[in-house]
C-alpha cells in the first residue's frame, strides 16, 4: 500500500510543522496491494488528517490502519486519531452534512468550507464502506474509514535479462522500497534496496547506474548520501532520481554543487507513469521528442486560487508534472491583485474561499477589469445552479471537486488551446 506512505510522509510533515508529533500503527498483516480507487482512498485519508491536524494545538494525531479478514468481504480501515478541540456530541451528526461546520466560529479561525467530510463520507460510502466519528470536547476525536478491500496479488515478476542497468533503491520506508522495486524490476530493470543511506554506502555504491534515493531519511539524508558518494568519484556518476514529499526542502539543505548531481525529482505521491518515463530513458536510449509539450506548457502561465491546501497540493502536483508554470495564491482579493500585474494564460478558482470568493473575484475581474483570461471554477458543489452562477459571474467553465487528474489536464489543454 504505497499510497499510505505518501499520504504519511505529508502529513508528517504538516503535523511537525505545527509542534505535533505523529503515530502511524500499521497492522503488520496489511496486504501490499488490495484493490481499490487510490485517489479516493488518499483524498479521505488527507481529508481526515488535514481536519486532525488543523483541530488540535498540541498532543499527537494517530492514524492506525488495520486489515480485517471477514467471510462476507474483507475490509480495511482507517482511524485517525487526535488530542484536539473535540466536537460537542449534539453536532456529531451535523458534521457530515453539507456547509456544516461544528461551530459556525472555525470558519472565521481555521477558513474551509465545511464541505470536505460530507464529500469524505459519500465517497467512502460508494467504495462499500463509511466514515463514522466519536468525540469528546476538549480530549478529541476519533474518525474511522471502512472500505470493503480485496486483496490482490501482483503478478509474479521474473526480471529478463537484457537490461544491463543496475539500480539501487535507497529509502527508509519499506512499502516505499518494495513499490519502487516492483516498479523498477516490472521494466526489466535489476534492483538493490537498501533502509538507510549508511546500508547503501557500506555496500557497494559505486556498482550503480541509477539510484532512486529518498531526501528525508534518519541519520543520514538523501543529501548526505550523496554528499559521501562524490566523494568516492563514481565515473560516470550514476543518474540520481530524487523522492521527497517536500521539494522545497531541497533547496533549504543543499547547495548548487549537489543540485547538480541530481537528475530527477519526483514528489510524493509518486506518479508512476512518469516514474516509468524517466526510467525508460535509461533503458532505451533511442533519442525522445517528449520535451517538446513539456517545453511548450513551460510558457504556459495559470493563477490557481484556492484556499484548501489539500485541494491546492492536488492540483499543483498536476500542474507540475506537466511542467505548467503557475503561480498559488489563497483568496479572490489576492487573485486579483496578481491578475492586475501579471498576464496568465488560464485562472483555475476555487469558488468558497475566506475573504473573498471566486465569483466575486470572477465577476470583478470580467466587469470592472475587462479581463478576457478564461476562469475554470473549481467547485464543490456539482449542481447546475452552481454552474449557473458560475457562468453568471463570467466564469468559462466549471469543474466538480474532487478533482481528478485527467479531467483536469484535458480542461486545462482544451481552455490553453482556445
Ligand atoms: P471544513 O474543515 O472545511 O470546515 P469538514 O467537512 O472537513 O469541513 O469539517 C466540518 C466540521 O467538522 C469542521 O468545520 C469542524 O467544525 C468539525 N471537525 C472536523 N474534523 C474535526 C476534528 N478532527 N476535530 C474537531 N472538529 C472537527
Redesign the pocket.
Known amino acids: 500500500m504505497q499510497i499510505l506512505d505518501d499520504v504519511v510522509s505529508l502529513q508528517r510533515v504538516y503535523c511537525q510543522r505545527k509542534g505535533l508529533e505523529f503515530i502511524y500503527l500499521k497492522d503488520p498483516d496489511l496486504p501490499h496491494v488490495v484493490e481499490g480507487d487510490i485517489t479516493r482512498i488518499s483524498q479521505i485519508l488527507h ?1 481526515l488528517l488535514n ?2 491536524i ?2 488540535t494545538e498540541r498532543g499527537s494525531v494517530t492514524l492506525k490502519v488495520r486489515y480485517t479478514k471477514h467471510p462476507n468481504g474483507n475490509f480495511l480501515s482507517f482511524d485517525v486519531i ?1 488530542t ?4 460537542a456530541s449534539s453536532k456529531l451528526d451535523n ?1 457530515f452534512r453539507k456547509f ?4 459556525k466560529t ?1 470558519t472565521r479561525d481555521f477558513g ?7 464529500i469524505a463520507k459519500q465517497l467512502a460510502q460508494l467504495m462499500n464502506g463509511d466514515i463514522t466519528v466519536t468525540s469528546f470536547i476538549g480530549q478529541g ?1 476519533t ?1 474511522s474509514f471502512t472500505m470493503a478491500a480485496k486483496e490482490c496479488h501482483l503478478p509474479e515478476i521474473t526480471v529478463q535479462p537484457g537490461s544491463s542497468v543496475r539500480c539501487a533503491v535507497v529509502d527508509d520506508l519499506q512499502t516505499s522500497r518494495e513499490y519502487f522495486e516492483h516498479v523498477v524490476n516490472a521494466m526489466s530493470i535489476s534492483s538493490q534496496s537498501y533502509g538507510s543511506a549508511k546500508a547503501f554506502l557500506s555496500d557497494t555504491p559505486l556498482s550503480f547506474d541509477v539510484i532512486i534515493l529518498d531526501l528525508s531519511m534518519p541519520e543520514m539524508s538523501g543529501i548526505d548520501l550523496l554528499r559521501q558518494l562524490k566523494t568516492l568519484n563514481p565515473k560516470p556518476f550514476p543518474k540520481v532520481i530524487l523522492i521527497s514529499a517536500e521539494l522545497e526542502r531541497l533547496e533549504e539543505e543543499s547547495d548548487d554543487e549537489i543540485i547538480g548531481l541530481i537528475w530527477r525529482t519526483h514528489v510524493k505521491p509518486i506518479n508512476r507513469r512518469e516514474l516509468e518515463h524517466d526510467l525508460n530513458k535509461l533503458v532505451d536510449t533511442t533519442p525522445q521528442v517528449t520535451t517538446d509539450t513539456a517545453a511548450a506548457n513551460k510558457k504556459k502561465r495559470i493563477l490557481l486560487a484556492e484556499d484548501n491546501e489539500i485541494n491546492a497540493e492536488i492540483v499543483k502536483t498536476i500542474m507540475q508534472s506537466e511542467g505548467y508554470k503557475f503561480l498559488h495564491v489563497k483568496n479572490g482579493k489576492d487573485a486579483i491583485d496578481v491578475v492586475k500585474r501579471h498576464n496568465f494564460d488560464l485562472i483555475l478558482m476555487d469558488c468558497n474561499m475566506p475573504i473573498m470568493g471566486g465569483i466575486e473575484a470572477s465577476s470583478i475581474l470580467r466587469n470592472a477589469l475587462d479581463i478576457t483570461t478564461p476562469i475554470v471554477a473549481l467547485t464543490a458543489n456539482a449542481f447546475a445552479e452552481d454552474k449557473e452562477e458560475c457562468l453568471a459571474a463570467g466564469m468559462t467553465d466549471f469543474m466538480a471537486k474532487p478533482i481528478d487528474k485527467d479531467t483536469l489536464l484535458s480542461c486545462i489543454r482544451k481552455h490553453l488551446a482556445s
Not at 84 to 87: A, E, K, L, P, S
Not at 100 to 103: F, G, I, R, S, W
Not at 112 to 118: I, K, R
Open positions: 481529508n481536519n486532525a488543523k483541530f487526535d484536539g478541540i473535540g466536537i458534521i456544516e461546520q461544528a461551530d472555525t474551509g468550507t465545511g464541505l470536505g467530510l460530507s476525536s474518525f
